[in-house]
């Protein structure tokens, strides 16, 4: 089977800078433009299921897929983005001026530090694990599309690759960057990470 990871367009939040986290803004009118070439790119690949985080910004995202496809999309609150706490809803500024010591520690500490209302990288990884896992249990001789938000897709390839997950991620996610694993008799294959050729040479 193969397994299309996929990062939601931009959000109004991510046009503003601004940390997301489990917070809901939906996509802004250039993320529904990255949808749609997406949606376009996708069109001829047959897939057997659709899952996606319900929040906002995954969920209009996986609809540009979905239309026009007789499969199911289904929520799965298991592909929810890591809770961030206390920096949800900033911007960069905005922290490092609210939240002075907390903004440092993360720095230093990546995330050996738990931002105050966070998920904890344990918290994170099991979730996002699990959730992942059963989806491609669930559908052993399908292909299937996974919508879901940067932190869950970087989480998951650290995992999958047992890479460090204290540390920051080493995996790029641009908004829609197709992610494309492939699962075969145990076997699992990274074909390609962070493509966004759906998005070149076109005009926002």
């Known amino acids: 089977m193969r397994l299309y990871l996929i990062r939601h367009g931009e959000s109004t939040w991510n046009a503003e800078g601004r940390f997301q986290g489990q917070k809901d803004p939906p996509l802004s009118e250039r993320g529904q433009q990255q949808a749609r070439r997406l949606a376009e790119r996708l069109r001829p690949v047959p897939v057997g299921a659709m899952y996606a985080s319900p929040q906002q910004r995954a969920w209009q995202t996986a609809l540009h897929l979905a239309d026009g496809r007789d499969v199911p999309l289904v929520p ?23 939240y002075p010591v907390e ?39 399908e292909d299937v599309a996974v919508v879901a938000h940067g932190g869950v897709i970087g989480m998951y390839l650290n995992t999958l690759l047992g890479l460090d997950i204290w540390q920051w991620s080493p995996f790029r996610q641009g908004n829609t960057a197709l992610n494309i694993i492939e699962v075969q008799n145990g076997h699992v294959r990274v074909v390609g990470v962070n493509d966004l050729c759906h998005l070149e040479d076109r005009a926002d």
């Not at 799965?76 to 609210?98: S, T």
């Open 103 to 141: 903004w440092e520690r993360w720095q230093a500490e990546s995330w050996h530090y738990t931002i105050p209302g966070a998920e904890t990288q344990d918290e994170f990884q099991q979730r996002i694990w699990q959730a992942i896992t059963e989806i491609v249990d669930r559908h052993p001789t």
């Open 76 to 98: 799965h609150d298991g592909l929810r983005e890591v809770r961030v706490g206390i920096f949800e809803g900033l911007v960069w500024d905005e922290i490092q001026v609210r």
